[in-house]
């Protein structure tokens, strides 16, 4: 063997062993994710209270006609941020993501929303060409601090979309710049979000996003989850075109349900099911209720039920509905309709359970403003025994 | 941005290769004059150049996919070429690195945009069986003499570095820029000999030497 080729295979063996080498570079702990422990809190029956809801519409933003697409996050005890994009259009140049924030205190309301980012701060804080933004998702630990994915495209409609996080340490008073993630090897394109993430236990998000060029699939991002060789990776729980846009409801600490809008023919809400904490999953299966290609909600309620919000129809968005599971999303019961008007559009809903252990449904009303629905359990309970099994 | 230096190299090579080519009516290797050195300089200027509120680069990089570490290699050898200086790879060399980006591409793109259930891209993230296939493939090519496990051993280097954007190490071992390139040479490489010996093309090629080529 010539010296040179010694060397060589020298350096190759020390390349690989940087590599594998636990406890260097970018904070390589040990192994990757999938799969990923959810912390999901023992259920806790909640204490017997009146029935409570309270409807509100919030303000779209200065000069703003369309929103589309919102997300809540308490970001301290009792208080609420709400964000949505809004413009003269949807995928307008002019469509920036707003904030609104809501104080805990009783009787307090929304503030005046404010925008966090336009195509141009996108353009400047990514330093590439940005055409325009939108899906943003707020989320939180509750200590103060507010995250913010959304996406951006620069050609194209939204399949053409990647995703960017910034985040806020004081309540969405000053952001870092975004940074953009890059989840896919094909010009890190069709990477969208707009469902609620579930955190991992010990730190880190499990994010449902999903895929829509060409195939439209759910998939998952492990976003900061302390095991992970990155800070953001991804899985996919199926590919294919039969389900994406999902909604991920965790069971336990490695059991989980996903519920994804239709992709194809069949108009019907279609379930996945992973017993590993996400390393297999059940291929895609029908739940039972309908779905015109809408968006979902979904999530896990105190007490160890599932709540979703969904169009309960095959075709339109002209209602919108609550559901609830009782056995991890076997069968559903129908509960209040929380909106209803022949020809209307009601999409996008994003649910959350906060603290004092009340729900929040935000939603797309007609295009023209984003309405805040507040409900405890007694209500929602109430709207179960009046309504359709 | 990381990695944009690296999108900014490669914009001012292609230019340069561009320029070169129409100025030497294609032919390598290129001459080596003060002109040529000077538009190299240029070249790799003008992805710099701001154009409403973006440098060039910037604008493309809202298109681009990046740049992995082969396509750079190529485009250094092609420039060195161009310049008249000796190149960095032989041709069957270039042919590895050619069949490389074509494999890793068709096991990559079909499968990120769903086909079937099996994600390859998410192995490049961890601690994947990728790293140990690619890094004995880099072993035995630099081994054997073959310059391109070089250009696999810089890749795991880059990757380590974080010299681009994507934390992926897929996205330091091919782009889909790349994986065009290298189908189109593949299939000039297969169109030209078999135009050139239509029985014995591909046989003949196969039992040929590394070493034998030069």
């Known amino acids: 063997m010539k010296t040179p080729s010694v060397v060589a295979v020298v350096a190759a063996v020390l390349a690989m062993g940087l590599h594998l080498w636990p406890g260097t570079g970018k904070g390589i702990r040990g192994r990757t994710v999938p799969p990923a422990t959810w912390a999901v809190p023992a259920p806790v029956q909640i204490p017997a209270a009146p029935a409570f809801v309270r409807e509100e519409l919030l303000e779209p933003g200065p000069g703003v006609a369309s929103v589309h697409v919102a997300s809540l996050a308490e970001f301290a005890p009792g208080r609420l941020a709400a964000c949505w994009y809004g413009g003269s259009k949807e995928g307008a140049r002019d469509v920036g993501i707003y904030l609104t924030v809501r104080d805990g205190a009783p009787g307090s309301h929304w503030s005046p929303p404010t925008a966090v980012v336009f195509a141009q701060t996108a353009e400047r804080e990514l330093q590439r060409y940005v055409k325009k933004v939108g899906n943003p998702l707020l989320f939180s630990d509750g200590q103060g601090q507010l995250q913010l994915l959304f996406v951006s495209i620069a050609a194209g409609g939204w399949s053409g979309s990647s995703l960017n996080l910034r985040r806020s340490p004081d309540a969405g008073k000053t952001w870092s710049p975004s940074r953009r993630l890059v989840l896919s090897p094909f010009y890190n394109v069709s990477e969208l979000v707009k469902n609620a993430p579930i955190p991992v236990e010990g730190g880190g998000w499990c994010v449902p996003i999903y895929h829509e060029m060409i195939g439209k699939f759910p998939e998952l991002l492990w976003l900061g989850v302390p095991d992970a060789l990155t800070t953001a990776v991804r899985s996919r729980p199926f590919g294919g075109r039969t389900a994406f846009q999902p909604a991920l409801v965790p069971l336990g600490a490695r059991r989980a349900l996903l519920l994804c809008r239709t992709a194809g023919d069949r108009t019907e809400l279609f379930g996945s099911r992973t017993e590993d904490g996400g390393v297999h999953w059940s291929s895609p299966a029908l739940v039972g209720l309908p779905n015109s290609g809408s968006g979902i909600a979904a999530i896990r309620m105190s007490d160890g039920r599932i709540l979703l919000a969904f169009n309960d129809t095959q075709s339109g968005r002209d209602n919108l509905r609550l559901a609830v599971s009782a056995d991890e999303g076997v069968t559903w019961r129908r509960a209040a309709t929380v909106a209803s008007e022949p020809g209307a559009d009601y999409s996008s809903p994003y649910l959350l359970q906060t603290r004092d252990g009340r729900f929040h449904l935000v939603f797309t009303w007609k295009r023209l403003a984003i309405r805040h629905v507040e409900f405890n359990t007694a209500w929602l309970d109430a709207s179960m025994k009046e309504g359709t099994p | ?214």
């Open chain 2, 1 to 214: 941005m990381t990695g944009l230096w690296l999108l900014q190299g490669l914009m001012g090579l292609g230019l340069f290769l561009v320029i070169q080519a129409v100025r030497q009516g294609g032919r390598l290797p290129g001459r080596s004059s003060a002109i040529s050195w000077v538009l190299l300089g240029g070249c790799l200027l003008v992805p710099r150049i701001p154009v409403g509120g973006l440098s060039l680069a910037q604008w493309v990089a809202g298109f681009s996919p990046g740049c992995s570490i082969p396509l750079l290699a190529v485009a250094a050898h092609a420039a060195i070429r161009a310049l008249g200086g000796p190149p960095l790879f032989r041709p069957q060399e270039l042919q590895s690195l050619w069949i490389l980006g074509v494999v890793l591409g068709v096991v990559l793109y079909p499968a990120s945009l769903g086909w079937g259930t099996w994600d390859p891209y998410a192995e490049g993230w961890g601690r994947s069986w990728i790293f140990l296939v690619l890094g004995v493939v880099a072993a035995v090519f630099l081994l054997l003499g073959v310059r391109s496990g070089y250009v696999l051993l810089a890749a795991i280097l880059a990757w380590r570095l974080g010299a681009l954007e994507s934390t992926n190490y897929w996205d330091y071992l091919v782009d889909p820029q790349f994986f065009l390139i290298a189908l189109i040479c593949l299939a000039m490489g297969a169109f030209a000999r078999a135009r050139a010996n239509p029985a014995a093309a591909a046989g003949s090629e196969a039992k040929k030497p590394l070493n034998a080529v030069g």
